[in-house]
Nanobody, 121 residues
Framework: QVQLVESGGGLVQAGGSLRLSCAAS????????MAWYRQAPGKQRDLVAS???????AYADSVKGRFTISRDNTKNTVYLQMNSLKPEDTAVYYC???????????????WGQGTQVTVSS
């Protein structure tokens, strides 16, 4: 079984910073893409940022220049450094990873449980 466990959410004032972490554990042969999504109340879940195993990254336009995604392949962990936070960044943030659990298994997408980020004005 594969688990993704997130940490680092909380309450912060506008202009502040938070760092989210997501560690994958369990039966893991390889991890391809790791990503962060967010979902605000009443809205759909949107991609925030992604990082491939080779290090290439992509960001939503709304967070470019403020958020940085990174990963530590030795720890199967992905991070999201969030700076200059705005009230509109308030959402539940979910970690996602495309994982091959065994060498002869297909890749599957796994999700974390979500962590709340609240930015006050």
């Amino acid at each position: 079984q594969v688990q993704l466990v997130e940490s680092g959410g909380g309450l912060v004032q506008a202009g502040g910073s938070l760092r989210l972490s997501c560690a994958a554990s369990g039966s893991i042969f390889s991890i391809n893409v790791m990503a962060w999504y967010r979902q605000a109340p009443g809205k759909q879940r949107d991609l925030v940022a992604s990082v491939h195993s080779g290090g290439s990254t992509a960001y939503a336009d709304s967070v470019k220049g403020r958020f940085t995604i990174s990963r530590d392949n030795t720890k199967n962990t992905v991070y999201l450094q969030m700076n200059s936070l705005k009230p509109e960044d308030t959402a539940v943030y979910y970690c996602s990873a495309l994982i091959q659990p065994y060498s002869n298994y297909p890749r599957q997408n796994y999700w974390g449980q979500g962590t709340q980020v609240t930015v006050s004005s």
